[in-house]
């Protein structure tokens, strides 16, 4: 009996390297998930952005936030700013400007376009590479990965303005 157990706890230890080798997938690179997180708040912001009609646009919880559009201008404007910076080639955003749905969500494709090229344009090679950020120089990784914090804290917002509206958001849609 002992010696069955010796054998059997013997055969499960040379066994398990082998069962591992099969079912380990690698991690994607820290460039690669950074890409992935930014994909995934960006899909979430444009959809919110479509879900809200016309008129939700104006809406403010209180008096005091700023309304739905201003959020939308706010991504819109931030994104641009981080992004063309961390191209090395800045821009002057002007989404805040903007009132109406057409107007804001086409200023926030174009910072979303900003932001797919600094996306694109990150490397394992470079993303230790100094950049001009919001508050200094950082490294062009650290700017995009904070884009992304940023992005999902302002999508947060919008995501409860939506629900006040009674509209479900995109992150709480069922998943196909």
Same mark, same amino acid.
């Given at each position: 009996?002992?010696?069955? !157990? ?9 066994? $398990?390297? !082998? ?11 820290? *460039?690669?998930?950074?890409?992935? %997180?930014?994909? /995934? @708040?960006?899909?979430?912001? !444009? ?8 008129? /939700? %646009? ?5 008096? =005091? ?6 959020? *939308? ?15 090395? #080639?800045?821009? #002057? ?5 903007? #009132?109406?749905?057409?107007?804001? @969500? ?8 900003? $932001?797919?090229?600094? %996306? ?27 884009? @992304?914090?940023?992005?999902? =804290?302002?999508? /947060?917002?919008?995501? *409860? %303005? ?10 709480? =849609?069922?998943?196909?």
């Amino acid at each position: 009996m002992k010696r069955s !157990l010796i054998m059997l706890a013997a055969g499960i230890f040379l066994a $398990c390297p !082998l069962f591992a080798q099969g079912q380990t997938a690698q991690a994607p690179s820290t *460039v690669d998930a950074i890409r992935q %997180y930014y994909n /995934g @708040v960006k899909n979430n912001i !444009l959809k919110a952005a479509d879900k809200m009609p016309d008129d /939700g %646009y104006s809406f403010k919880p209180t008096a =005091e936030q700023r309304d739905f559009g201003g959020w *939308v201008a706010h991504v819109a404007d931030a994104q641009t700013a981080g992004c063309s910076r961390a191209l090395g #080639t800045p821009k #002057t955003p002007s989404a805040s400007s903007k #009132t109406t749905k057409a107007d804001l @969500v086409a200023a926030l494709k174009d910072s979303f376009d900003t $932001c797919d090229a600094a %996306y694109a344009a990150l490397t394992d090679a470079n993303a230790n590479d100094s950049v001009q950020s919001y508050r200094g120089p950082t490294t062009r990784l650290a700017a995009l990965a904070g884009n @992304v914090i940023h992005d999902n =804290e302002c999508y /947060g917002s919008m995501a *409860v %303005y939506l629900r006040l509206k009674g509209i479900v958001p995109p992150s709480s =849609e069922p998943r196909r």
